[in-house]
Structures are given as C-alpha cells and as structure tokens.
T-cell receptor
Framework: DTEVTQTPKHLVMGMTNKKSLKCEQH?????MYWYKQKAKKPPELMFV???????INESVPSRFSPECPNSSLLNLHLHALQPEDSALYLC?????????????FGPGTRLTVL | LAKTTQPISMDSYEGQEVNITCSHN???????ITWYQQFPSQGPRFIIQ???TKVTNEVASLFIPADRKSSTLSLPRVSLSDTAVYYC?????????????FGGGTRVLVKP
C-alpha cells in the first residue's frame, strides 16, 4: 500500500467552528507533513512530525493544531479559522525526515472558511 | 536553503521532448536536487532526484552539470497527460531534520 489518504475531501466551516482533518498512511513511514496550498501557488510547509514528535513548526498560527496519535495517523485540528485560511491542505509522508526522502502526498482536503 | 528559479510556464506539443531548467546558484555541497509533478487538485508526485551528472528513470531524465548551479528535467515524448506544474527543489541530503521548500514551479501545457 503506497497511498496516503486524507479525509474529508472537502470541508466548509464557519469561523467559530472546530473541525479536524485526518491523514493516514500504512507504508511504515516515520515522517509526516502538513502543507497548505493556495490556488496557483506552491505548497507551503506547515508542520513536520518525525517519529510521532513535532520536528518543525513553520510559525503557523495557533488556530491550527497538529497531532500525531501514532505512526500511521496525522491530524490537523482547526479552530477559529479566518477566510484567508481557505486552501488545499496536503498531507505527506516519507520513510524518514530529510530532503533525500521521497515524499508521498495525499489528494488533499479542500477547505473553505466562510 | 538554496533558492531555486524556474520558468513560470512552457508550452509544448504531443510527442515533443520538454526540457525545464532550474537555477540554484547557491546550492550547497550536501544538497540534492529533486523534482515533483503536480496535477490540478492533486498532491505533488515525486519524479526524480539526483546529486550530479545524469539520472534517468522510467519517466524522466535529470541532467546536472559539474558546477551543480543548475539542473534540467527532461520529459521525453510528452503526451497531453503530462500537462502539470513541475517543481524543482533543493535540500540537504545529510541533515536529518532538513525540510524541502517548494519554489514557484513551471506550468507545462502540452497541446495536441
């Protein structure tokens, strides 16, 4: 299984809502990533987990809260988002953290904040 | 992190070879060069990675000159389905905590 799955595919939420994005992989990868991508822009790294521990936080606002409950799962908890947070949220995983490790990306969650 | 510069867009026709050059003038000794492909509303997909000279796999070739200040992704005999955005990334191959930063990307349009 060389797939990264993400749920939901689409999410619409109000600015006062709390929601979560979920990402799962069963490739035995020990590094997992969250990216944010706006239309016609490159993906921007948000968080990196290595061996279930937060390794990199790219100064992401606290309204985004990542969680890695085990080596296969990665969540992104959303609270009090702003309309400008609307974007495609991509999850990725790799064998280990590091630039030479191929990242496998999921299809993304299209988030709309009203 | 080494900064990368790519053309914003390129047009080609089916059956032609497409070459995309990426400039990375301040590449460091331990840096590797990686290319990803992204279709609309999908996550990026790894294409190829190299350190120096030439690397070839079933979908592409990567040419890296001796000074490593640039690299060229070559897609042979493209089809309509190769229409996508192609990203060149440079990152430290030895640092365990290193991350990849996506540059602007090149939007390739293959025409019939």
């Amino acid at each position: 299984d060389t797939e990264v799955t993400q749920t939901p595919k689409h999410l619409v939420m109000g600015m006062t809502n709390k929601k979560s994005l979920k990402c799962e992989q069963h490739m035995g990868h020990r590094a997992m990533y969250w990216y944010k991508q706006k239309a016609k822009k490159p993906p921007e790294l948000m968080f990196v987990y290595s061996y279930e521990k937060l390794s990199i936080n790219e100064s992401v606002p606290s309204r985004f809260s990542p969680e890695c409950p085990n080596s296969s799962l990665l969540n992104l908890h959303l609270h009090a988002l702003q309309p400008e947070d609307s974007a495609l949220y991509l999850c990725a995983s790799s064998h280990r953290q590091g630039a030479v490790n191929e990242q496998f990306f999921g299809p993304g969650t299209r988030l709309t904040v009203l | 992190l080494a900064k990368t510069t790519q053309p914003i867009s390129m047009d080609s026709y089916e059956g032609q070879e497409v070459n995309i050059t990426c400039s990375h003038n301040n590449i460091a000794t331990n840096d590797y060069i990686t290319w990803y492909q992204q279709f609309p509303s999908q996550g990026p997909r790894f294409i190829i990675q190299g350190y120096k000279t030439k690397v070839t796999n079933e979908v592409a070739s990567l040419f890296i000159p001796a000074d490593r200040k640039s690299s060229t992704l070559s897609l042979p005999r493209v089809s309509l389905s190769d229409t996508a955005v192609y990203y060149c990334l440079v990152g430290d191959g030895k640092a365990a905590g290193n991350k990849l930063t996506f540059g602007g990307g090149t939007r390739v349009l293959v025409k019939p």
